[in-house]
């Protein structure tokens, strides 16, 4: 199984910063038949699913603010939000759907400091 | 618009049994490879299992719960189904289900609200 690693385990960045969430995976999740990462970022509020934010380790999902992106390849990959609005609180994962189990990273509890 | 809607969820003894279904509207249902996922309280999502799409002939299923647990489709009705059987304790979660963008390698762009399925004497 592919293990997904994110840190840190939370994070509390003021509001207007920058948030920066990173996630490892044991192995590659890039498939180097078409040159796509296997990675999307989920975010959970209290109370709520998960929603999608992120797919192919870059791509936004239609609808998502432009504050949000993502980037890297292979195993290390990371989620930015560029400035920081008080509705962000949530926790956030990442997940591989590279490979069967399709794992989930422990999530990052982002707050406002 | 695309709606996912589990229902099924309860109280349920070790050792007992339960089916969770998933409502799905606002696509064509048999189009999609499907997703179960589960969170235990205050813990992180965990895959369950998947089908593909079209008659749902492959399945796949985590460590956790092969053997006990069986997902399955009914395109005629649009709807995904969990039957879980052997419940442990560790079973108790939230149950979520999710949308594929087509095959079973795939992001997961539509949940459900969830239900909750307690597991307890």
């Known amino acids: 199984d592919i293990v997904m690693t994110q840190s840190p385990e939370s994070l509390a960045v003021s509001q207007g910063e920058r948030a920066t969430f990173n996630c490892k995976s044991s192995q590659t999740v890039l498939n180097s038949s078409n040159n796509k990462n296997y990675l999307a970022w989920y975010q959970q509020k209290p109370g709520q699913p998960p929603k999608l934010l992120i797919y192919?380790?870059?791509t936004r999902e239609s609808g998502v603010p432009d504050r949000f992106s993502g980037s890297g390849s292979g195993t290390d990959f990371t989620l930015t939000i560029s400035s920081l609005q008080a509705e962000d609180v949530a926790v956030y994962y990442c997940?591989?759907?590279?490979?069967?189990?399709?794992?989930f990273g422990q999530g990052t509890k982002l707050e406002i400091k | 618009e695309v709606q996912l809607l589990e229902s099924g969820g309860g109280l349920v003894q070790p050792g007992g049994s339960l089916r969770l279904s998933c409502a799905a509207s606002g696509f064509t249902f048999s189009r999609y490879a499907m997703f179960w996922v589960r969170q235990a309280p205050e813990k992180g999502l965990e895959w369950v299992s998947t089908?593909?799409?079209?008659?749902?002939?492959?399945?796949f299923y985590a460590d956790s719960v092969k053997g006990r647990f069986t997902i399955s489709r009914d395109n005629s009705k649009n709807t995904l189904y969990l039957q879980m059987s052997s419940l442990r304790a560790e079973d108790t979660a939230i149950y979520y289900c999710a949308k594929s963008i087509g095959g079973t390698s795939s992001y997961y762009d539509y949940w459900g609200q969830g239900t909750l399925v307690p597991v307890s004497s």
């Open positions: 997940q591989q759907y590279y490979n069967t189990p399709h794992t």
């Open positions: 192919w380790a870059s």
């Open positions: 089908i593909d799409n079209g008659s749902g002939a492959k399945t």
